[in-house]
C-alpha cells in the first residue's frame, strides 16, 4: 500500500551543482555489458 505524502513531507533545499555523466545504450541487450565496461574505463580515465 501507498503513502500519501503531504506537504509537510518535503523539505525544498539549496545544493551545491552535483555534475553527473549518462552513456546511453542503444541496441541489442546482450551487448549492455560491453557499455558498461566502456563506461567504467572513461570513468577511470577521468578520474572518477
Known amino acids: 500500500m501507498q503513502k500519501p505524502f ?4 518535503v523539505t525544498i533545499r539549496d545544493v551545491a551543482p552535483t555534475p553527473v555523466a549518462i552513456m546511453e545504450h542503444r541496441g541489442d541487450p546482450a551487448t549492455i555489458g560491453a557499455t558498461i565496461q566502456r563506461f567504467i574505463a572513461w570513468r577511470k580515465g577521468v578520474g572518477l
Do not use: E, R
Open 6 to 9: 503531504t506537504t509537510n513531507d
